[in-house]
């Protein structure tokens, strides 16, 4: 393997740790905040938090098994597929989520663990998903692409709950975070789909 390729998947590596480790603080935070506040969409973005790990173990799997060039475009169609699934499951749950708080009239409780995990998400997600960009067009991987495109999703998220939040508290606007998120849901099931399919949006 070449030495600028090898430390790329060095990287890549890097970045799946964190993620992986990032992710697991980052839902056990949301949904023992979720819950303590009575919150649906603090727990569904916890476990978004949870869905995104799996993602993360399957593209460390595969800058794993980078050196094996005979199976690397096979296990990169494995990992984009998984990652596809993962969108799919993020997008069901989203949409659920939002139809049960539409139907039932209820807002987001407010919190301060939840306030500042959503601000610190919306800093640390777009920073990961640009260098997990830079690793994916060193190795020519859509997987990690797909990847770097669930870490967006993942600042979007954080935006649409500090939003809802603050919408409902300052507005009494209790609709705001379900009605944001799925107008999400297309957008995170085209993903879903084109995954499944070992294709991104980027491949034109």
């Given amino acids: 393997m070449r030495a600028d390729r090898l430390a790329a998947v060095q990287q890549g590596k890097r970045l799946e740790y964190f993620t992986i480790a990032w992710n697991s603080l980052e839902g056990i935070i949301a949904v023992a905040a979720g819950i303590l506040a009575g919150s649906i969409s603090l727990v569904g973005f916890g476990v978004d938090s949870f869905i995104e790990m799996t993602s993360g173990a399957a593209l460390l ?17 494995i990992t984009l597929r998984i990652v596809g699934g993962c969108f799919l499951a993020l997008a069901v749950y989203v949409c659920y ?6 139907q039932r009239r209820e807002a987001p409780e407010e919190s301060i663990p939840g306030i500042v995990l959503a601000c610190v998400s919306m800093i640390v997600m777009p ?5 997990k960009r830079r690793v994916a067009a060193k190795l020519g991987s859509a997987a990690m692409i797909a990847d770097a495109r669930q870490a967006e999703f993942c600042t979007y998220l954080s935006i649409i709950l500090l939003g809802g939040l603050l919408l409902n508290a300052l507005w009494g606007l209790w609709w705001a975070d379900p ?13 879903g789909i084109e995954g499944l399919r070992g294709e991104t949006c980027c491949d034109g």
């Fill in 127 to 131: 920073m990961l998903a640009r260098a």
């Fill in 179 to 191: 009605v944001a998120a799925l107008v999400m849901v297309p957008i995170i099931a085209r993903e």
């Fill in 97 to 102: 989520e939002a139809v049960n708080d539409l």
């Fill in 61 to 77: 799997w595969r800058m794993t098994m980078d050196a094996q060039e005979h199976k690397r475009e096979r296990m990169e169609q």
